[in-house]
Antibody, heavy 115, light 107 residues
Framework: QVKLLQSGAALVKPGASVKMSCKASGYTFTDYWVSWVKQSHGKSLEWIGEIYPNSGATNFNEKFKGKATLTVDKSTSTAYMELSRLTSEDSAIYYCTPSHWFAYWGQGTLVTVSS | DIQMTQSPASLSASLGETVTIECLAS??????LAWYQQKPGKSPQLLIYYANSLNDGVPSRFSGSGSGTQYSLKINSLQSEDVSIYFCQQNYDSPRTFGGGTKLELK
């Protein structure tokens, strides 16, 4: 079955960067766009952007351009998201989810930005 | 960006009751709408896609309807395990956007 295993929680200082991973299994990784979604403080959800593993093509929510960088490693079926210049506003849970309809989700990576 | 307005923000209902959650899009999204359920500490789970298609494994007491800018999620015969937060999401245009969520509690 489809599984998405995300990297563990991170505590990072303001101004730093963090890179998280999403390892996919149970489907052909290169066939589906992988989206990343932010959830702040148990509130609603924000779509950050998506990457097509086969080509590396990306689409971003304008709000997150310059903040998020999406990459993949096809050899390990892993998607990555790096967030830069972190502030307290970036403290959130980040999810990865493949395909057009978000039928499968990773367990989420909690990022806490604090000095 | 397409704005998704969900109502109500919170809802209290009794076991066995039927509840309806509404979602209003700021423009026509041509049924490109999904509903998700999120339980505390868990990832969202897809319930409905294309406004009225039930995802695999989702109980038939859940149903979706609507078109244009107005959509709704109905839960028949409320069960205790339905206590969750529910989100709508449009998949018609980028960026994909979500409603603010509806917190469903038992009365």
């Amino acid at each position: 079955q489809v599984k998405l295993l995300q990297s563990g929680a991170a505590l990072v200082k303001p101004g730093a960067s963090v890179k998280m991973s999403c390892k996919a299994s149970g489907y052909t990784f290169t066939d589906y766009w992988v989206s990343w979604v932010k959830q702040s403080h148990g509130k609603s959800l924000e779509w950050i952007g998506e990457i097509y593993p086969n080509s590396g093509a990306t689409n971003f929510n304008e709000k997150f351009k310059g903040k998020a960088t999406l990459t993949v490693d096809k050899s390990t079926s892993t998607a990555y998201m790096e967030l830069s210049r972190l502030t307290s506003e970036d403290s959130a849970i980040y999810y990865c989810t493949p395909s057009h309809w978000f039928a499968y989700w990773g367990q989420g990576t909690l990022v806490t930005v604090s000095s | 960006d397409i704005q998704m307005t969900q109502s109500p923000a919170s809802l209290s209902a009794s076991l066995g009751e039927t509840v309806t959650i509404e979602c209003l899009a700021s423009e026509d999204i041509y049924s490109n709408l999904a509903w998700y359920q999120q339980k505390p500490g868990k990832s969202p789970q897809l319930l409905i896609y294309y406004a009225n298609s039930l995802n695999d494994g989702v109980p038939s007491r859940f149903s979706g309807s609507g078109s244009g800018t107005q959509y709704s999620l109905k839960i028949n015969s409320l069960q205790s395990e339905d206590v969750s937060i529910y989100f709508c999401q449009q998949n018609y245009d980028s960026p994909r956007t979500f409603g603010g969520g509806t917190k469903l509690e038992l009365k």
